[in-house]
């Protein structure tokens, strides 16, 4: 495997301290989420062989191996920092992990059992190359876990940046929120891509959830909002400059739950698909 990634499209590449702040924080509080939906899916068996595509810092890779006797598995992920940490949770005779493109991975066509793309990042299109990518590795009648958060997940952030657009005439924010809310990321849409990229026999489970901050200042500092709810709101949002938008939610939050509890609602996901 080539350690050096080229081309890669619109996957995060996190430094040093961004992957080691993802791994301590963003996978306990966060992406453990991802996986709790997509373990309620999974096919278990013998000899499991796995492709995990956009591994971050490898979770839940750990979890795999101890729940699926004689499993293997390979790990992709854009982030050589990820990829560093993730090597050390694990053995690499059970799970070996590589920086590249998780799309174009290189790994052999049709030689893996399961495949799982936890929190994909990235438009519906950028997704499909990923789903497609999966399909070329597992062999006939294996088993893809997918799982994301649907659109209606956010919904406190939304608002305030619904808010920020109508105080302030933002026609291209005003523009993408009605393309969002008409182009919604659903359980049917998402079936849409799986379909569309081979994939047969689809299933689903849907967690509702909520993220808790003892006030607005506690989700202004979470590196999961950073990393991953933002980026995922402008993707939703098809990459509309949010900048002065995203200052007014922090001027808002900080003022409406300076001193209260704040829930922000998350719903997730899972697919399982066959081949």
């Keep these: 495997m080539n350690d050096t990634p080229e081309n890669i499209d619109a996957a995060p590449v996190f430094d040093d301290n961004e992957a080691a702040v993802v791994d301590t924080f963003v996978v306990p509080s966060y992406l453990c989420h991802f996986w709790a939906a997509a373990e309620k899916l999974l096919l278990v068996g013998e000899g499991a062989r796995i492709a995990h595509l956009g591994s971050l810092t490898g979770y839940p890779g750990k979890l795999l191996v101890e729940r699926m006797p004689n499993t293997v598995g390979v790990g992709i992920d854009a982030s050589e920092s990820c990829v560093e940490l993730a090597r050390q949770k694990v053995s690499p005779d059970l799970f070996s992990y590589y920086s590249g493109d998780p799309a174009d991975s290189g790994l052999q066509a049709e030689s893996f059992s399961h495949a799982l793309i936890l929190h994909p990042q990235g ?75 081979g994939f047969r026999d689809i299933d689903f489970e849907i967690i509702h959830d909520v993220m808790i901050y003892e006030n607005g200042r506690a989700l202004l500092e979470d590196p999961s909002v950073r990393y991953f709810v933002v980026p995922q709101i402008e993707t939703w949002l098809d990459q509309v400059d949010l900048g002065d938008a995203m200052e007014y939610v922090s001027r808002a939050v900080d003022k409406y739950w300076s001193e209260s509890q704040l829930e922000v609602a998350l719903t997730v996901v899972a697919f399982s698909a066959r081949l």
């Design 123 to 197: 438009s519906a299109q950028e997704r499909g190359k990923v789903l497609r990518e999966a399909a070329r590795l597992l062999y006939p009648g294996g088993q893809l876990l997918l799982s994301l958060p649907l659109s209606r997940s956010f919904p406190e952030v939304v608002d305030l940046i619904e808010e920020f657009a109508l105080k302030y005439d933002d026609a291209p924010i005003t523009l993408a929120l009605e393309k969002a809310a008409a182009e919604r990321v659903t359980v049917e849409s998402v079936s849409e891509e799986l379909e569309a990229a």
